[in-house]
């Protein structure tokens, strides 16, 4: 897991930079949520994989994160993923030792990041 400072910094500068291409590359997406004390809508870069019918985030600062509090309080959030946006709900986070829910292209990089939360969320048909 990425530490604080990291997040930081992400949050303020490559977030910026990403956001725009993370809606439409493989394996990348941007969380639309709301925030729970503002009210204001952000838009957080993440990576997403399809799996069983769900969509899986790697929950790169851990489950503790803002925005990841922000989805599970309201109950679902929107998704941009490869042009296309999505209503979510039923979010639910789980850890996976194992990182059987993402790609194993994507399993090396996640494991020495130290990644083994993932936010699960399930499609509500709309979008």
């Given at each position: 897991?990425?530490?604080?400072?990291?997040?930081?910094?992400?949050?303020r500068v490559t977030n910026h930079v990403t956001r725009p291409l993370a809606g439409r590359l493989?394996?990348?997406g941007v969380v639309?949520?709301?925030?729970?004390?503002?009210?204001?809508?952000?838009?957080t870069p993440v990576n997403?994989?399809?799996?069983?019918?769900?969509y899986v985030v790697a929950l790169?600062?851990?489950?503790?994160?803002?925005?990841?509090?922000?989805v599970l309080a309201s109950g679902g959030c929107e998704l941009v993923t490869r042009g296309h946006r999505l209503r979510l709900g039923a979010p639910e986070v789980v850890r996976d030792?194992?990182?059987g829910?993402?790609?194993p292209i994507v399993r090396l990089p996640l494991r020495v990041l130290h990644v083994r939360d993932f936010l699960l969320l399930r499609s509500d048909g709309t979008g």
């Open positions: 897991m990425l530490g604080r400072q990291v997040a930081r910094f992400n949050r493989p394996g990348f639309i949520h709301t925030g729970r004390r503002s009210g204001r809508e952000y838009r997403v994989f399809a799996d069983d019918g769900r790169t600062y851990g489950s503790g994160s803002e925005w990841v509090r922000n030792e194992t990182l829910k993402v790609p």
